[in-house]
């Protein structure tokens, strides 16, 4: 056996005991719901936020204080305010961060402008999905499980069948066989799901999720290309010789903004997650 086959493997067993330790908060939050939920909403935007400006905006307290309020305005306004004026409040955030930067930072790039947004929009997602009464729980729930099978199963298949490049001078370990192993993880757990719960429009949700591994990945290329352009290997220190919360949940926060954008639009804006389920 090469010496190049166990380095394939190297991060598993660090992968395995993130998963053991966030995976179990993560659900426990999405079914408690409430208070417990939107701390755990806040907690990971504002985890986003602080690794987002540390990449782009390196000790800009000005930034870092937008950003923030981004994240906290995204979990914070939709329930008692209504989505409308969260997004109303992220745009605005947008607008002063993007004058700040173009400004009064000279080393201003392309990235400068994408984080409000990039932080604002998943923790909105988040909470007008889960403030469902009905649905809530089981999208988010639904969104996770489809998520992190995509992501398993490209890691499987990445590695064991490997084989031409996916965006080879974004992410040199991404193949097409990665791609296809997230689109057919997402899809059997969409079936599993929707077996055990007993929801309709079992292809129909299976084909969403297929859709929605794509998105998955590309939020991930998304984030790679930001490092790339930075030149970090990682985008922060959460995990020790792991990296932080974005590389954990690049794909996620593509996903749950297109997530949140489906079942809106289904619902007129109304019960976004039986949107998003319902079929």
Not at 19 to 48: E, K, N, R, S, T
Not at 186 to 195: E, K, Y
Not at 213 to 231: M, T, W
Not at 267 to 276: D, I, K
Request: with cysteine.
């Amino acid at each position: 056996m090469s010496s190049a086959t166990p380095a394939k493997w190297s991060d598993l067993g660090i992968r395995a005991a993130s998963a053991v330790v966030l995976v179990p908060v993560v659900l426990a939050c999405d079914w408690a719901g409430g208070i417990w939920f939107h701390v755990l909403a806040a907690l990971f935007g504002c985890a986003v936020a602080h690794e987002w400006v540390r990449m782009v905006f390196p000790n800009n307290y000005i930034q870092y204080a937008l950003h923030m309020a981004a994240a906290l305005g995204g979990v914070l306004l939709p329930e008692p305010f209504g989505i409308g004026v969260a997004l109303g409040f992220v745009f605005v955030v947008a607008v002063v961060s993007g004058l700040v930067a173009r400004f009064g930072d000279a080393a201003t790039s392309m990235w400068s402008y994408f984080g409000i947004c990039y932080v604002g929009f998943p923790t909105i997602a988040l909470v007008v999905l889960r403030n469902d009464p009905t649905y809530g729980v089981l999208a988010l729930l639904w969104i996770f499980l489809t998520v992190w099978s995509a992501d398993i199963l490209a890691y499987f298949a990445g590695r064991i069948i490997g084989g031409p490049k996916l965006a080879p001078r974004i992410s040199p370990k991404k193949t097409w066989a990665g791609l296809a192993g997230a689109i057919v993880g997402s899809a059997l757990a969409s079936v599993i799901f929707t077996h055990y719960t007993g929801l309709q429009g079992v292809m129909a949700l299976a084909l969403l999720a297929a859709a929605f591994a794509i998105v998955e990945q590309c939020g991930d290329l998304f984030e790679s290309s930001l490092k790339r352009f930075y030149g970090v290997k990682d985008s922060g220190r959460l995990i020790p010789g792991h990296g932080g919360i974005i590389d954990r949940v690049d794909g996620l926060i593509a996903v749950l903004v297109v997530a949140a954008i489906v079942g809106g639009l289904r619902q007129q804006g109304l019960g976004a997650a039986q949107g998003l389920l319902v079929w």
